[in-house]
C-alpha cells in the first residue's frame, strides 16, 4: 500500500512540476522506491523504524550517521505540495509525525483508513 501510494504521490506531484509520468516507472523512480521500501540497509527505511520506536529526528540523525535523503527532504515535498496544490497523504503524514509529533501509529492508521483509490 505505501509503496503503491507513494508511486502515485510522487508521480502527481512531479508531473505538476513539468515531469514525464513515465520518468517514474523506471529506475529512478519505482526502482528507488522499491529498494527503499524494501531494503532492510536502507538509510531511509532504517530511519523510518528508528522514528517508529520513538528517537527523534536527530536522534535517528546520528544513529544512522549518514545523509538521510527522506528526512532531509520531507520539508521540500511538503512545501512543493502545498504550492502546487498536490494532495500528497503519505508526505503530509510524514511530517507531521517528523515536525509535529504525531505519534507514528497514528500516523499509519491514518494512512491505512484512508479512503480506496484506483491506486
Known sequence: MLATRGLVEITRLGVAMGGESKTFYGLTGLGDLIVTCGSQHSR??????????????????????????????????????????????????????????????????ILMTRELKAE
Open 44 to 109: 531511509n527505511r532504517r530511519a523510518g523504524h528508528l522514528i517508529a520506536k520513538g528517537y527523534t529526528v536527530e536522534q535517528a540523525k546520528k544513529e544512522i550517521g549518514m545523509t538521510i535523503e527522506s528526512m532531509d527532504n520531507i520539508d521540500s515535498a511538503y512545501q512543493l505540495a502545498k504550492k502546487h496544490n498536490i494532495e500528497m497523504p503519505i508526505v503530509e503524514t510524514v511530517y507531521e509525525v517528523l515536525y509535529h509529533g504525531l505519534n507514528p501509529k497514528e500516523a499509519v492508521n
